[in-house]
Every structure is written in structure tokens, then in C-alpha cells.
């Protein structure tokens, strides 16, 4: 889990997908153009599922780096949302595999608990 904001040099590390890997930017504007379109394009979104009782869990690449510069970035995050609101639920992974992986069974662990309420 991190802890901190990764900052080197003062700045954020920035990172874009190409065919689903990562790939570093050397400046913030560059990101920033990428990020618009892939947010237009739906580039950015790995899995989104709309579940019973306004429930959704959604995941996407983030692209910014939030870890401690020892580790390897979590670039994308899997959020649970209620009725459009954070639960507080998040989690992080560092690729695109194991964001899809993590959807899918905090997808599963939503249905099962529905199931079981």
C-alpha cells in the first residue's frame, strides 16, 4: 500500500498505456494531452460493471504514480461506488492484467455478498 506521493526531482511521475503496457512521459503536458483522449476514446477504462442497488464497480488506469519511489507504480485503481459515491473501497495494481484480475473478484465478492444479503 502506499504511503506517499512520488515525487522526483519535485515532480509527479506521469505514465500512459500503448497497447495496454506502460509508458513513462517526460512532461506533465504531454500527459495531459495523452490522458484527454484516452479519457474521450475510453482508453483509460479497464472493466466496468453496474451491479443491483446502484452498486458499480469501476476500474481504470490512473496514470499517475502515488507510490514510494521503491516500488513499482499502481497505476490503476478499482473503485466501488454507490450510487455514483466512493464506498471507500480502492484498490491499486500495477498492470493492466492484474487490474482486470481484481475487477473481476471484487465484481464476484459484490454478486456473492448480494446473494448472501
Not at 18 to 38: F, I, M, P, Q
Not at 68 to 78: H, K, Q, R, S, V
Amino acid at each position: 500500500m502506499c504511503k506517499s506521493a512520488l515525487v522526483f526531482n519535485n515532480s509527479p511521475v506521469f505514465y500512459r498505456l500503448e497497447n495496454k503496457k506502460l509508458v513513462k512521459r517526460a512532461t506533465g503536458h504531454e500527459w495531459a494531452d495523452w490522458y484527454e483522449a484516452a479519457a474521450q476514446s475510453g482508453a483509460r477504462v479497464v472493466a466496468r460493471d453496474e451491479l443491483d442497488g446502484g452498486l458499480i464497480i469501476s476500474t481504470i488506469f490512473t496514470g499517475l504514480d502515488g507510490c514510494a519511489i521503491d516500488t513499482a507504480p499502481e497505476l490503476f485503481e478499482t473503485m466501488m461506488l454507490l450510487n455514483g459515491k466512493s464506498t471507500g473501497v480502492a484498490l491499486r495494481s500495477e498492470t493492466w492484467q492484474q487490474a482486470e484480475s481484481q475487477h473481476r473478484r471484487m465484481a464476484r465478492q459484490a454478486r456473492e455478498a448480494d446473494k448472501d444479503a
